[in-house]
């Protein structure tokens, strides 16, 4: 009899990069170095870069014949995954991005929690983490419950079924069958592959021993114009799914209409144009950013927000230009629709 085939099955990274010069060497080399038996092979769609980025990696793939590369001209991150898909060899799909660093073993618990919970798309957490003051406070939001609202993949969840999953690994066959990720979307279009996979009756899977090292943007500039993007996107997620996305999403949002109301009472009170009972009762808007600021002065005093009180007031800004970014975002997603909005963060070398 002949013996049975027990070799693990290949595995295709796919990874879309745009000006990442600063991260694509370890990104690459972290895929690389996977302590996996399996075949393996990387397909990078490329963006035009215009920081050396794409120089650089066709350097790496001379070097790797395991480095694929497919064009992305129009620099979107679903058109690009969708071509590397295509272009890919094997059946397990590995998202990963040119921002991330993963665990040695990430690749063969990931394959063995898929061939263990036949799910279609399994992911892990996120571990920011940053150099310098500025991104090392940003990478301690992300990490944190308050700075990204208590997502499952950003820490503290246990294993089980999830609404969406972090990169991920994904099985082909589903994949395929779904039509890959929405190529209309700039933002946000892993929870809507994931929505649709769910939707079609298959398993999205949360393992927390999946770890992968994020680096977050590092100017206060970037950080501003990734979070409006995203909230750009989320809002027209919204508009799209309806009332399918947690609450969660809706407390950024509501903040800022009633910092903006409070503004607008504060003026007519000042004023006297707005006096009496009904000042008094619509005076109530200002709970809600007396008690923000009061959160925000809070986070001076933790230790977790950092070592130093100049650390802790960079943590403290930095949830405020998330939250009222991703808000302003929102709204206008959900108002106006996402309008081909792109995050220009990334556009900057």
Same mark, same amino acid.
Do not use: C
């Given at each position: 009899?002949?013996?049975?085939?027990?070799?693990?099955?290949?595995?295709?990274?796919?990874?879309?990069?745009?000006?990442?010069?600063?991260?694509?060497?370890?990104?690459?080399?972290?895929?690389?170095?996977?302590?996996?038996?399996?075949?393996? %092979? *990387?397909?990078?769609?490329?963006?035009?870069?215009?920081?050396? &980025?794409? /120089? +650089?990696? @066709? =350097?790496?793939?001379?070097?790797?014949?395991?480095?694929?590369?497919?064009?992305?001209?129009?620099?979107?991150?679903?058109?690009?995954?969708?071509?590397?898909?295509?272009?890919?060899?094997?059946?397990?799909?590995?998202?990963?991005?040119?921002?991330? %660093? *993963?665990?040695?073993?990430?690749?063969?618990?990931?394959?063995? &929690?898929? /061939? +263990?919970? @036949? =799910?279609?798309?399994?992911?892990?957490?996120?571990?920011?983490?940053?150099?310098?003051?500025?991104?090392?406070?940003?990478?301690?939001?992300?990490?944190?419950?308050?700075?990204?609202?208590?997502?499952?993949?950003?820490?503290?969840?246990?294993?089980?079924?999830?609404?969406?999953?972090?990169?991920?690994?994904?099985?082909?066959?589903?994949?395929?069958?779904?039509?890959?990720?929405?190529?209309?979307?700039?933002?946000?279009?892993?929870?809507?592959?994931?929505?649709?996979?769910?939707?079609?009756?298959?398993?999205?899977?949360?393992?927390?021993?999946?770890?992968?090292?994020?680096?977050?943007?590092?100017?206060?500039?970037?950080?501003?114009?990734?979070?409006?993007?995203?909230?750009?996107?989320?809002?027209?997620?919204?508009?799209?799914?309806?009332?399918?996305?947690?609450?969660?999403?809706?407390?950024?949002?509501?903040?800022?209409?009633?910092?903006?109301?409070?503004?607008?009472?504060?003026?007519?009170?000042?004023?006297?144009?707005?006096?009496?009972?009904?000042?008094?009762?619509?005076?109530?808007?200002?709970?809600?950013?007396?008690?923000?600021?009061?959160?925000?002065?809070?986070?001076?005093?933790?230790?977790?927000?950092?070592?130093?009180?100049?650390?802790?007031?960079?943590?403290?800004?930095?949830?405020?230009?998330?939250?009222?970014?991703?808000?302003?975002?929102?709204?206008?997603?959900?108002?106006?629709?996402?309008?081909?909005?792109?995050?220009?963060?990334?556009?900057?070398?």
């Amino acid at each position: 009899m002949a013996p049975l085939d027990t070799a693990p099955p290949g595995v295709s990274y796919v990874m879309p990069v745009f000006n990442e010069a600063a991260y694509i060497d370890d990104a690459v080399t972290s895929v690389l170095a996977q302590q996996y038996e399996g075949e393996q %092979e *990387l397909v990078i769609a490329l963006g035009p870069s215009t920081d050396g &980025t794409s /120089e +650089r990696v @066709r =350097a790496l793939a001379e070097q790797d014949a395991r480095i694929r590369i497919v064009k992305n001209p129009e620099m979107a991150i679903p058109i690009g995954l969708n071509r590397a898909i295509r272009a890919a060899r094997h059946d397990i799909i590995v998202r990963v991005d040119a921002h991330t %660093e *993963l665990d040695p073993l990430y690749t063969a618990v990931g394959v063995a &929690t898929l /061939e +263990r919970t @036949r =799910a279609a798309s399994v992911g892990g957490v996120m571990v920011a983490t940053g150099r310098g003051r500025l991104q090392s406070a940003i990478a301690r939001a992300y990490n944190s419950r308050l700075g990204l609202g208590g997502g499952p993949y950003h820490g503290g969840a246990s294993e089980g079924p999830a609404e969406s999953a972090y990169l991920g690994l994904m099985r082909r066959e589903p994949l395929d069958a779904v039509g890959l990720y929405d190529e209309g979307l700039k933002r946000g279009e892993d929870w809507e592959l994931n929505l649709r996979l769910r939707r079609a009756g298959h398993l999205v899977w949360l393992d927390p021993q999946l770890q992968v090292v994020y680096w977050p943007r590092d100017t206060w500039g970037k950080l501003a114009r990734q979070f409006t993007a995203t909230g750009i996107w989320r809002g027209e997620l919204v508009r799209r799914a309806g009332g399918r996305h947690p609450l969660r999403y809706f407390a950024p949002p509501a903040l800022l209409v009633a910092s903006a109301l409070s503004l607008v009472l504060l003026v007519l009170e000042l004023t006297r144009v707005l006096t009496g009972p009904l000042a008094l009762v619509l005076s109530l808007v200002y709970l809600a950013p007396v008690l923000y600021t009061a959160l925000l002065l809070t986070l001076l005093l933790l230790r977790s927000s950092g070592e130093r009180l100049r650390d802790r007031a960079t943590f403290a800004a930095v949830i405020a230009v998330m939250h009222y970014s991703w808000a302003a975002g929102f709204l206008r997603g959900v108002l106006l629709g996402a309008r081909d909005a792109v995050d220009r963060s990334r556009i900057e070398s």
